[in-house]
């Protein structure tokens, strides 16, 4: 029996969980802003995201996870950014490469983490998303019991995340969105 040249980790549906999340945005002011949800318990500034249910579309778990956690209702914000996935009418054929297609709301980042050892892991995928309605200038909102949402300049948002890994996600995030949106210069991180 042949074997492949790639390697190949694989996993059982037991050794893995799924994660969806978005990266919250804010374009009814001058400036645009980013939502960051504070983890009271641990004094933690981190990005919105949590396990998808069973038998649920990624895109709709990451919606669902942002309103739960910041109580915010939104919908996914298009982009244009590189994917090696190929546009339906593009022939089956197409090389494997990344090619760059406009108002995408596709994932935009795939976090691979490793939990308990090698043996079990946790994929995040991440999205782009912009709030419903205006949000008032300063406010902060409740989602979940230990956490509480805020809105902060591009920048400002990068630097206050936590956590490294976090800090990549949104300048990415951000990075997309200011190709696409025309986000001025001084809103970059």
């Not at 009814?28 to 038998?55: F, M």
Request: some cysteine; hydrophobic content about 35%; aromatic content about 10%.
């Amino acid at each position: 029996m042949a074997s492949s040249t790639f390697t190949t980790t694989q996993f059982t549906s037991e050794q893995f969980v799924e994660s969806c999340g978005a990266i919250l945005f804010d374009f009814t002011q001058e400036s645009p802003k980013v939502c960051l949800i504070h983890y009271l318990p641990k004094d933690e500034w981190l990005l919105a995201k949590g396990r998808r249910n069973c038998n649920e579309p990624r895109h709709q778990a990451a919606l669902r996870e942002m309103q739960e956690e910041t109580g915010l209702p939104c919908h996914l914000y298009p982009v244009t950014m590189p994917t090696r996935a190929t546009a339906a009418a593009e022939a089956s054929s197409v090389s494997d490469q990344a090619r760059t297609y406009p108002c995408l709301t596709e994932p935009f980042m795939l976090t691979f983490r490793e939990i308990e050892g090698k043996s079990n892991v946790k994929l995040i995928w991440w999205y782009i998303a912009e709030v419903d309605g205006d949000i008032p200038e300063g406010a902060a909102s409740r989602g979940e019991e230990w956490f509480e949402s805020e809105f902060f300049p591009l920048d400002e948002a990068v630097r206050r995340l936590t956590f490294q890994n976090d800090r990549d996600v949104l300048s990415r995030a951000v990075s997309l969105v200011r190709s696409h949106a025309g986000v001025d210069e001084h809103d970059q991180p």
